[in-house]
């Protein structure tokens, strides 16, 4: 998974539809744990698609809580949302 990725990219959450990659991020966060393996975020760029499992997407949800809150320390067994 690239490094940094825009959170106001379009992309389309599997099943939900299209909306910002936050979005669909705080999105499949939320889904209940049985549904979160079913979790794809697909990324159309100019040159190439990208697609983003459950385990990228929790990695992701951690790296922006992380950036909006440098001091705490990320668990999401109990998310709350971006």
Do not use: Y
Not at 17 to 31: D, F, H, I, Q, Y
Request: aromatic share 4%; hydrophobic share 45%; proline share 5%.
């Amino acid at each position: 998974m690239p490094a940094v990725l825009d959170p106001e990219e379009i992309v389309v959450l599997a099943n939900h539809g299209v909306m910002k990659l936050r979005s669909a991020v705080a999105r499949a966060m939320a889904l209940l744990p049985e549904d979160r393996d079913g979790a794809i975020i697909v990324r159309k760029g100019k040159l190439s698609q990208s697609i983003l499992g459950f385990e990228q997407i929790k990695q992701l949800a951690e790296q922006w809580e992380q950036a909006e809150h440098p001091s705490r320390r990320t668990s999401f067994g109990g998310f709350t949302g971006l």
